[in-house]
């Protein structure tokens, strides 16, 4: 995300928000959830003050975010993979409960054991498996899907822990991953 010029942000941000007021229907005169089901009349000056709820709660039926993780009955799994994700472990490429230490080493790649040297993303031979063990399992977590994850536990529980991790971890990866320097640079 640091490569993102601001404006390209923005502009990610309106197609999203756009994108789930589409899906509640806004446009119609009516918020809607995913079943249909009247939330807010969108002509009634309140109903803008629970928008941030009704978007973030209820997203647009066909978006990258739509399905059955956002269903109710999936709330013990989501704050399982949240709690691990607290823990530094995570599910990633059909392997379960990897465990990547706490706080998060964004260079180790916990099948191996080996962990990535710090050099330059060029002068890192990423082919080379004894040296970086299985690359795709490193750059699978360094896509940061989990944070996905504790954010929505957090929206759906309202524990603190949650939303600390997000900043942690993001904080933790820039620290950890200089401009340029090791595995997590040498694939986009």
Same mark, same amino acid.
């Given at each position: 995300?640091?490569?993102? *010029?601001?404006?390209?942000? &923005?502009?990610?941000?309106?197609?999203?928000?756009?994108?789930?007021?589409?899906?509640?229907?806004?446009?119609?005169?009516? /918020?809607?959830? $995913?079943? @249909? =089901?009247?939330?807010?009349?969108?002509?009634?000056?309140?109903?803008?003050?629970?928008?941030?709820?009704?978007?973030?709660?209820?997203?647009?039926?066909?978006? #990258?975010? %739509?399905?059955?993780?956002?269903?109710?009955?999936?709330?013990?799994?989501?704050?399982? #993979?949240?709690?691990?994700?607290? +823990?530094?472990? /995570?599910?990633?490429? @059909?392997? +379960?409960?990897?465990?990547?230490?706490?706080? !998060? %080493?964004?260079?180790? +790649?916990?099948?191996?054991?080996?962990?990535?040297?710090?050099?330059?993303? =060029?002068?890192?031979?990423?082919?080379?498996?004894?040296?970086?063990? %299985?690359? =795709?399992? !490193?750059?699978?977590?360094?896509?940061?899907?989990?944070?996905?994850?504790?954010?929505?536990?957090?929206?759906? *529980?309202?524990?603190?822990? $949650?939303?600390?991790? !997000?900043?942690?971890?993001?904080?933790?990866? &820039?620290?950890?991953?200089?401009?340029?320097?090791? &595995?997590?640079? !040498?694939? #986009?």
């Amino acid at each position: 995300m640091r490569r993102f *010029t601001l404006p390209e942000l &923005i502009d990610r941000a309106k197609q999203a928000l756009l994108s789930r007021a589409e899906g509640l229907h806004f446009f119609s005169g009516r /918020f809607r959830n $995913y079943e @249909g =089901k009247c939330l807010a009349d969108a002509t009634d000056p309140a109903a803008f003050d629970r928008l941030p709820e009704l978007l973030l709660g209820h997203p647009a039926a066909g978006s #990258s975010f %739509d399905g059955e993780a956002w269903r109710p009955s999936r709330g013990e799994t989501l704050c399982r #993979s949240a709690d691990l994700a607290l +823990e530094g472990k /995570f599910n990633l490429l @059909g392997l +379960e409960c990897l465990s990547f230490g706490c706080p !998060v %080493d964004w260079h180790l +790649e916990p099948t191996s054991g080996r962990r990535s040297p710090l050099l330059h993303w =060029k002068r890192l031979n990423s082919l080379d498996p004894s040296l970086t063990g %299985d690359k =795709k399992v !490193v750059w699978e977590l360094n896509r940061h899907q989990h944070l996905l994850a504790l954010g929505r536990a957090f929206l759906q *529980t309202g524990d603190d822990r $949650y939303a600390a991790a !997000v900043g942690e971890q993001i904080a933790s990866w &820039i620290r950890e991953n200089p401009t340029k320097q090791g &595995i997590n640079w !040498v694939s #986009s």
